[in-house]
């Protein structure tokens, strides 16, 4: 096919092809871009036409790819891309004015501790965006990004697709958060008797700390674990429970009376929370604008602290070099 022959492909056809790819559902497609079930299955007839393939062969729930639909979609990917970073330069985003809505993936920690201080903000500068977030832990962020449905994420994270960008904004300091009554910090003879309560959605009651503690010779008794953040400052309240979180979850925590923080009595790991995106999305004005405010307030407030009250704020496209 030439340039030419481009006259007769509908990219909104190759946008139904990549989701298909992705999602291997009729139904899950056709939710995911807001069309009924007649014109996904319209547009994939029109497929099968255009690259005279039958492209999907279903396979009980789910539609399998041919391998010329595979060998399709490792071209068409990045193309796509390029395409989205083209069009993008061309829209100008004013966050005073601006409707747009933006897709963002939040760790649990982050989502608790971090983003209300940035929902505030936003509030401010951009009254009328619409902010989705979806919980997106590590295994799941490469696969939300490639799939399109989070355009930026933050959490620590693990391998991800070789078109996405990457940019450290803190490290992630394990504190001991406690509730009891006892004096002094504990010791790691305490540490250890004591029972402890984790937080893992997937339900894993084995973490950092214990691994550490395994290295030591020691181990810890797990007694609880629950899937979020927010529920453990009243699972602490008024029992001997303990709980190793990130310094920022520590912080908010203590709003709580009666919930207190203090350093964890073992070395522990400080992995690197990191805020990622898609290639497709790197220039794109309004998503620049986005993670420069999530690289400014998700970073620890060092440089912020230094600047006096009285100065004015950056203006966007000073802030904007924040997160290239």
């Known amino acids: 096919m030439n340039r030419n022959?481009?006259?007769?492909?509908?990219?909104?056809?190759?946008?139904?092809?990549?989701?298909?790819?992705?999602?291997?559902?009729?139904?899950r497609v056709g939710e995911k871009l807001f069309l009924g079930q007649p014109t996904i299955s319209?547009?994939?007839?029109?497929?099968?036409?255009?690259?005279?393939?039958p492209l999907f062969i279903r396979a009980g729930r789910v539609m399998e790819p041919t391998a010329r639909a595979e060998e399709i979609f490792a071209n068409l990917a990045p193309a796509l891309?390029?395409?989205?970073?083209?069009?993008?330069?061309?829209?100008?985003?004013?966050?005073?004015?601006?409707?747009?809505?933006?897709?963002?993936?939040?760790?649990d920690d982050v989502e608790y501790a971090l983003l209300p201080r940035l929902l505030r903000?936003?509030?401010?500068?951009?009254?009328?965006?619409?902010l989705i977030v979806l919980r997106v832990d590590q295994q799941q962020m490469s696969q939300r990004l490639m799939n399109g449905d989070i355009s930026v994420g933050i959490s620590h994270t693990l391998d991800l697709p070789a078109n996405a960008h990457r940019k450290g904004l803190r490290p992630i300091r394990p504190m001991l958060l406690r509730a009891d009554i006892r004096p002094g910090a504990l010791g790691l003879e305490e540490f250890c008797r004591r029972p402890h309560a984790v937080v893992s959605s997937m339900g894993n009651a084995t973490d950092d700390t214990d691994h550490a503690l395994g290295r030591l010779g020691r181990q810890r008794k797990v007694v609880l674990t629950v899937p979020q953040f927010s529920a453990l400052p009243m699972l602490l309240a008024q029992s001997d429970l303990l709980a190793i979180v990130p310094d920022y979850v520590a912080k908010a925590m203590t709003s709580v009376e009666g919930v207190r923080a203090e350093p964890a009595p073992?070395?522990?790991?400080?992995?690197?929370?990191?805020?990622?995106?898609?290639?497709?999305?790197?220039?794109?004005?309004?998503?620049?604008?986005?993670?420069?405010?999530?690289?400014?307030f998700f970073c620890e407030p060092v440089e912020l602290q230094m600047v006096p009250k009285s100065r004015p704020a950056l203006h966007n496209d000073q802030a904007l070099l924040a997160a290239r």
């Open 266 to 296: 073992l070395p522990l790991p400080t992995p690197e929370l990191s805020m990622v995106w898609r290639a497709a999305t790197h220039s794109d004005c309004g998503q620049r604008w986005l993670r420069s405010r999530c690289s400014a």
């Open 121 to 130: 903000h936003l509030r401010v500068e951009a009254p009328n965006i619409t």
């Open 81 to 107: 891309d390029g395409i989205a970073a083209a069009l993008s330069r061309c829209q100008p985003f004013d966050p005073r004015t601006s409707e747009t809505t933006f897709h963002v993936g939040l760790s």
């Open 5 to 27: 022959d481009l006259r007769r492909a509908d990219i909104n056809l190759l946008v139904v092809f990549e989701t298909m790819m992705h999602e291997r559902n009729v139904s």
């Open 42 to 53: 319209g547009a994939l007839s029109r497929l099968r036409v255009l690259f005279d393939d």
